[in-house]
Every structure is written in structure tokens, then in C-alpha cells.
């Protein structure tokens, strides 16, 4: 069948690709002319000409961009026409863009997408949320895109409902990852065990903990055998926070998934005012030294005088 | 080769079967008859009768059954044998047992075994610790029981390092599972996905959170949907408590691991003390109605005595 | 001065007496006619007749009680009275309200308010936000119900931060009883120190760790010496999550808190769903044993059925 | 009475001028000679000359200069003299010290002691093990230490209940702290309160949290509003990790203690290998871009080689 995809980034791209690869035909769009198939979002509309199909128009951009795009594309498309948003959006957001195009008697399907940069030959683990009709509609680039096994695929439920899975999908991500690290951490301090990577590569067969996350472990420390190259600092995407604000919502405890997402927060931190203020307290009561922000202070190093 | 193997557990009955299966011979003993190759631990040493190796016994006890059988084979085997501890020991265990055994020239290898029920068919992932010479002359028995893949197995380091590698991978499996168990609590929560078995399913390929433990989980969801016929309440073996204590004699911040542990000890406990203490404050200070231990006492109900 | 109160529930009531007690005048309104003075809303306004000063009303109802309150008040108040807000709201509300307000040139002021049950005799700590002329013009309010000594009350800053500031107080709250509850039951499970309530009394001078939550704690286990007739359950009234959501908005990591907050959630399940995933998954590859739900159900003892 | 205190520091010096202010005779003992009152602990022993009473010698060293301490006093003291350990020992260090200073008929009482650099001042909390003959014969040096009011001792058990009782207070302490310090950041990372000094000062009366930790870190404030003057390290002197472990023996979760805990481990690391860990994962599945530990490596911003 036939498809707009509009971004083609990092994951767009290769998704643009994937999706040709299995016989489909796809109208790029991109600010980046280089790679765009069409000059704008009018032209890319334009293109969609099967006659067989509603249009069908795919949002890959970045998360602050796609309300620019679903306002745009509810002018340029028609009744019964379908947009699918595959970005991270938080699935609070698909109600009411969904809302929106509803207006115009648009279709609207959210889409979490999982692969990162091996998407492309292994396939993306879609999730998705939207009425039966119309996640039946675009079933074929759906298929083109998940891997080629019996999973990869869900329609999770209603709109909200793809993303919603994604967004758990991540906040599991997390803890799994903390997992992992604190592992790493321990037997690197511990020096007991003499090869570290050695250790978690023989962990990719017959034990409890294999995964393709430990596998991508196991790849960064043959390039690098004591992250020596990379600093310990952790961004986050979004979906973590709202894992654990959705948690908060339903009164469920996600300690472990929080304890990853505060960690990641700390380990953007050069400096953490919360151990500034235990360092303060405690040279109040004890007496004990601190270390000075500027070591040649050596002011905190005596008791405090009483107030 | 041949091999002694004391205990036929869950483990230790399909451990001798898979090593039999890969040709070698093994005389396993334990307390029940039935399944017993030797009435006790001296017959079973009598028949380790190869001229071309030395006698080597693998115990696969009961963690509080070990000490007692290596204090029996330090008696039994002669100087250059084997004891190889399969347990799930401690690893500050092992260097006392190897000192135990050194004194008559007995050599030890400690090695902690991965894989459950699914070890006798998919092999039994392997970690173990001891000198070079001694874990070499033994390799055949580890490559029987190893997965037949290029992993599965490690020599740590020293002898400890083996169990200290199994601790740190189910403080890992701990933290993993968490992070599983988080995200299906609130999936099933939130009631926004219409199937949650159906979701986590969906997740076996393509995603960053495929892994075996996943795959146990959707099989765990197929025969009971919504884990209505199991209880919330999970033990620990050990392994958990022993790392974080490692951690905390490293100074390592495990906080996702201990979470885990926290998560286990709560599960069972009927009522919880610290609860108990947090509702006694609350009803103090501002009069909270607290639900009674006995609900038909009102008690606490109303605002508390000031002292 | 003069002014209206509305809501003299467990609150309300203590604090209209405590600010007559300082000699102003106040008109007070409740659903429940016994206890008000007047017989509704526009009862009250009509009541305000001082005519050196603006009309000032001050909401103290539940949360989800004051956008009524609000929305009759503006109809009711005139250009230059003032509105003040006292309940446990978000303080993301403040700002709408003081908008809702600012429409009819009405004031609004926000004020946390912490004292519970024993504000009427200790005085109650306020922490309010709103500009400087307003809070100047109700301070002998403010200062009627603080405590006597020189603390207890702060101008935190703009409408709104006098609700976050008592936010953040409460998420403090939270982990200092949590760090309380931890110990006393770690005391009372070690069973060394014999006698837990006088260990926790002798803690209430010369410790690191005397404070009124202490105190507290140790009057309600003079009452019951091993919290026997309260149950380990804890409702949390919003706070607790907001400073959660508050902190994850701004990347602070706040693991104590959080676990706080998680801790009252698991206080109020009767089965963790997390944990009946953590007890299939272990069953799933170690054929342990579980609790059943139903205890008669003895199905899944077994290892599970390969799929 | 006549005591004996070994070690003159921080806090033994204090104690030896309290225990004097009281009326009470002390022979102390330091390496330091110039504030030494004995030249060795023979020299010690030998001028404790009251008749009426046994020998007592109150042990106030470091850690790790316990053991030589009660050797050489186990050498020194006759049958029926009193040794009191005010050490921060490990609790279960205490039975061993005891049963080492039986053989020689000596006394053991094990006292915790809480006050810092106040309690010249405010009097030392004090909680002791011990049996009730021993307790009752230095009752008169407990009473010239332990503050004015009533409260500030406790005879908490046995031999080690005393320590074990500091221990948990140290860990709540441990909470405690965190729980302030993470309202800290907060208030300073949201910038809605205009004055974080000034609303934690307000706290000091009338709320919920207030408490001598709170007074201190208002004292902190005020020296140093934005704590720029010192760092966000915090060394832990060992109770902490003691709690966790003895939590964790005894299956009580610790989730607030164990946060701050690890909070201070992860507070003096440079970089975290956890995180570094982390960042390698999202690098690997999501070509995530990552900081190089030397930022002039830009090898990890692209995507990483296939293995």
C-alpha cells in the first residue's frame, strides 16, 4: 500500500526503508531536502494518490513537533483519511489529538515503536492503540515493519493505548538496565571476579538472566572493557518519568523502576545539593570534616558555632 | 570421565542425567534410596574406580548439608582428588571449605549453576572459581553440562569467585524481575490495555526488554491471565541478601537490587510493623482514622490523649 | 479583625476558635448548621461588615470542595476582599484560582497550614504565597494562628508557594516516619532490645533524632506497646505524590520519599500483583513452590508445563 | 566515683569535663600526653585507688583500637572491675569483647553514645547492654552524662543491646537526614518558595517536622544560604550499613534507610559505574549519544558496530 511518513531521522529513516523493502510504496517527508521525497507537507499529501485507500500519513518527529504536524495534517487531509503517531508522545496526548482530527472526521492510531538503531534489520516491536477499522486499514505497513517471528505486535487497545504500553515497555527498560549496571558496578568494585566481561558474556546462554539487553552489554564492554570511554552520565526520553507518574496515579509501588529513574537523575548532577545538605547537618552535629566546594575553605572543618 | 555427584534433588538428578547423556560415568548418592547409585558417602567413594583421573565429587546439596559433606569426603578422598561445590554457598564459604580440603591436599572448585528445571535440556549455565589445573582436569564434566553455544560457562577467578559470580547474576535476576513485575502491576492497574498477557507477549521480539525471563512470564500469563490462582508472595534463596551486603562492603549503590530484596520481605509479612508505626503518627498528629487490627475496635478512630 | 470562615470541620473548627481566642471576630460557615454561623455563603459575606478593611474570607474545606467555594465567592466578593485558601490543594491550582479571582479584582492568597489536632493549643505553622500587600493586610490573622515563638510562619513567595512549600513539608514528613517506622521494626523483629518504647523514649533528649514525630510515635506505644490494635495500612492525602511529581518535573532524585510513598501504596493491597509476577516467574524456571491464592490449590508446586 | 576513660578526643574529652562538672573523679587517657592525665593505661589503671568501688574504665577510642584496648585492660583489671565500651562498635562485636573479659571475671557493659559536639552542653543520649548488677554500679557516671530531663538513657538489654540500639538510631538518623536533604533540593531546584533558608526556619515551630536535625540544617542556612561553601559528599561511619545488614538478616524492608545509604555511597564517586553502564546499553540499542569520559572523543556518538 501507500504512505506519507514525515520525519526521517535516525528511526524514520530506516523505517522509510524497512517499509520499501517489503514491496510498499512510501512518500518521505523531511526538512532536510537531501533525503525528503517531498518539498512539504502539502506536497507529501499531494503524492498520496492510490485510489484504493484512504491516505494514510505516518508521524515519526520529534516529540515538541508533533503538534505542529497533527494541526497541519488536519487541514491537508480528508474525511476518513488516517494519521498514525509514532513518536514518544505521552499517551495522554493521543485523546486529544485524536480529538482534534476527529473534527475532521480523520482517523487517528498512537504507535510506540521499539528497536532503536537495529530496527531496520531486525524489525520494530510496534504497539498500538486506535479502533479495530483502522488498525485493521494500515495492518500492511504494520506487518512490513514488526520483525519477522510471531511477535512484535499488539493492538493494545483504544487510542492511548499503544503508547501507553510503550511508555511501560520503557519504564521496565529502566529497571532492567539498573539491574544490569548495579551488577557491572559490583563486580568491578568487588575485584574478585578477574574478567568482568568474560563474566557477562557467559551469562548469554542457560541462565536466568539472558537478554538482548545483557547481549548489547556484552558488545560495549569488548569495545571497551572498563567503560573507560564513556562517562556515567544517563539521559532520559520521557517515558521513565511518566512510567512512574502513571504509577503514582493508580497508587502502584515501582520502587525498583524509580530507583533507576533517580539514578539517571544523579548522574547528571556535578554536585548534589541533597549531600550538601547532609554534609552541612552533619558538621553541625558532629563536628565531622567536610570537604570544602572550594577545598582551600577549610571553614567547615571545625564545629559549627551554636546558634 | 567419571564423577561422584552427592545429591539427586531437583538439580542434582537432571545434572546426573545430562552429564550421563554427554557419556560419562557418574555415581550419584543420596539420602533416598530409590534414586541412590551408593548407600552412603564411603561406598560412593569406593566406586569411583577410574586409574586415569583423580576421584572427583561434585556436592549438589542443601546449602546447610554442605559442610558436613565435605568434613566427611576430606576424610574419605585421598590428596590430588576433587571437591567440586555446586550449592548455592555463600562465596565467603568457599575459601574456609578449599583451606579444610588443602590440608589434605584435596583440591576444590566452587561452581555456581544456572538454569533450573530447564538446565537437563538447554544446559546449565556455569561460573565457576579455582586454580587453573584443577578447574582443566575437570572441564570435561563442565562441558557436559554447559549449553551446547559458545556460552554458558566461565572460570571466574580464584576459588569464590565462581559463587560470588552466581550472587551477582540473581541480584541482577532480582532487580530484573522487579522491573518486569512493576510494569504488570501497573498495566493491569491502569486498565488501559485490553489484554495485558496479550502486550507482554508482543514483547518477545523486536524489543529492547526481549529476554528468557520474559518469555517465562507470558508462559506464567497463558495458564493463569491475571495470576488468580498464585499468591503475592515470593521467598528469597540468598543470593539477593548476600549481594547487596556485598555491595554495602564496596560502597556500591544497589538501590534497584535492594528494592527488589524489600519487595520479597514485604510479601511476606501478613501486616507490616513499619505500617503500624506510620498510622500510629498519623492518627497522632492529626487524627487520621487508622483501620483497626480488630475493625471493631474504633479506638484509634478518634483523636488520640495528649501525654 | 474581621473575618469569614468557611469549613469548621476537624481544622476549621479549632482554628475559628484559636483566632476569637486572639480576639478578632470571625463568621464562620458549615453544611452542618449546629456549628455555623451563618446559613450560607452569601450569608456569610452578607455577616462581614467591618468597613476598615476588605471583606476577607478564608476557605478551609476538602479538596475537592473549594472550586465551588471559589466560583460562589467571586460572584459574591467585591473588587480589593481577599479569598484565602488554607486546604490541601496542588499548588498548580493556586495560580488558576488567583486568575479566577484576579477577573473580578478580587484577591487570593494560598496558605499551607500543618498542626493537626493540636494546632488549636501549639499554634498553627502557615506557609503562604501571595503579594506583599495582600499578606500584609490579613497578617494579625496569620499571626492569631501561628505558634507564639518566632518561627512557624513564612511569606514563601508568588500565589502558589505557600502550597508548594507545605508540599515539600509533607513529602519530608513522609520519609522522616517512614525512617521511624523502619526502625522501630527492625527493633521490634531483632528482639534485642527489650523494651522498644523505652528505647524510642530515651531517644527524646540528647539524640541525634529527637523531634515532635518521635515524640509522637512514643505516646502511641505507651497506648499499645506493640501497635497491636492498629493495622499496618496508611492513606496518603496527596502531598506525598505531588512532591514525587514535583521532583521528577525537575530531575531531583528523592529515593526516600519516594519509597515513603511506595510503602503506604503496598500498606493498602491485600496481594501484590507485582509479586504474584515476581512468585510465577520463579516458579516458571526453578519449579519453586508457591502460596497459592487458594491455599487448596496445590498446582502450582509443580514445574511448570514447557510451552 | 572514680572513672577511668580512655581515648581524649572529640568527643572523650567533652565527656571527661561533663563527668568532672558532675563531681566525679576522672583519670583520663590519650596518646596526646599534653591532655593526658595517665601516661599509658597501666599508669591508668594503677591510679584508680577508690576502695569503695570497683575499677571502671570507660573505652572511648576509635573503632579500630578497641580490641588492643580490652586486651591490655583484660591484662590489667582484677576480677569484678567494669569495663564500659562507648565506642561506635558494631554491636556484635560486643558479645566477643564480653566473653574475652569474663575469662578474667571482668564486667562488660556496652553503651551507645549520641551528642556530638552538643552534648558537653546538652548532656550525651546514652543507651547501654549489660546485666543489671554492672548498669547499676556506673549508674552515677550514666546520670552525670545523659542530659537534665528525663529522658536520654535506656538500659536497652544485654550485652550489645545497648549498641544495637545505637545502631537503629543511626539509621533513622540516616533517613532522617535524607528525607530533609531531599526536600532541600527540591525546594532549590523548583525556585517557587524565594527563600529556601527562610521556609525551612519557619518550620522550626507548629509543623509536623519539626526537630533538632531541622534546627541544625536552619543553622547551616544561615551560614551558608546556598550551601555553595561545601560539597555534596558524605562519608557514613558504619551504623548505617550495619542497619541495612541487620535488616536484612532479619527480613525487614528498609527502603528509606538503605536511599540514603546508598545516596552517601554514590555521593563520593566521581563517576558512577553504573551509569556508565547505562549509558553503554542506550548507546548500543538506541545509538543514543553519550558523553565521552574524554569529551574529545566523540567515538560513542554514533552508532556502534554490529557484533
Known amino acids: ?3 506519507g511518513l514525515v520525519g526521517l531521522g535516525k528511526m524514520g529513516g530506516n523505517m522509510r526503508q524497512r517499509i520499501r523493502n517489503a514491496g510498499h510504496t512510501v512518500v518521505g517527508f523531511d526538512h532536510n ?4 521525497d517531498a518539498t512539504d507537507l502539502a506536497d507529501l499529501v499531494g503524492k498520496l494518490t492510490a485510489t484504493d485507500q484512504p491516505k494514510v500519513v505516518w508521524i515519526m518527529v520529534p516529540v515538541q513537533a508533533i503538534d505542529p504536524v497533527v494541526t497541519e ?3 491537508l487531509l480528508s474525511p476518513g483519511d488516517i494519521v498514525i503517531d509514532g513518536g514518544n508522545s505521552r499517551w495522554t496526548d493521543d485523546t486529544r489529538r485524536a480529538a482534534q482530527l476527529a473534527e475532521k472526521q480523520i482517523k487517528f492510531v498512537d504507535c510506540g515503536v521499539s528497536g532503536g538503531v537495529w530496527g531496520l534489520e531486525n524489525g520494530y ?5 486506535g479502533d479495530q477499522e483502522t488498525v485493521a486499514t494500515v495492518m500492511p505497513i504494520f506487518e512490513a515493519l514488526k520483525p519477522e517471528g510471531e511477535f512484535g505486535f499488539v493492538h493494545a487497545g483504544k487510542v492511548g493505548a499503544g503508547h501507553f504500553s510503550k511508555m511501560v515497555h520503557n519504564g521496565i527498560e529502566y529497571g532492567i538496565m539498573q539491574a544490569y549496571a548495579e551488577g557491572y558496578e559490583l563486580l568491578e568494585a568487588a575485584d574478585v571476579v578477574e574478567n568482568v566481561p568474560e563474566a557477562f558474556e557467559s551469562w548469554r546462554e542457560g541462565t536466568v538472566i539472558r537478554s538482548w539487553l545483557l547481549d548489547l552489554l556484552v558488545n560495549a564492554l569488548k569495545d571497551d572493557t572498563h567503560l573507560e570511554k564513556i562517562a556515567g552520565y544517563a539521559d532520559d526520553s520521557g517515558e521513565g518519568r511518566w512510567t512512574v507518574e502513571a504509577a503514582i ?3 502502584v509501588p515501582v520502587p525498583a523502576i524509580a530507583a533507576a529513574l533517580f539514578a539517571r537523575f544523579a548522574s547528571r548532577q556535578d554536585d548534589s545539593p541533597a549531600m550538601k545538605a547532609i554534609a552541612a547537618m552533619r558538621n553541625q552535629f558532629g563536628g565531622h570534616a567536610v570537604k570544602g566546594a572550594d577545598s582551600a575553605d577549610p571553614s567547615y572543618a571545625t564545629p559549627p558555632v551554636k546558634h
Chains 1, 2, 3, 4 share one sequence.
Open 125 to 129: 516491536a510496534l504497539m498500538c492503540g
Open 73 to 75: 495534517l488536519a487541514e
Open 33 to 36: 531536502q537531501e533525503i525528503s
Open 1 to 3: 500500500m501507500e504512505l
Open 249 to 251: 496515579d493508580h497508587a
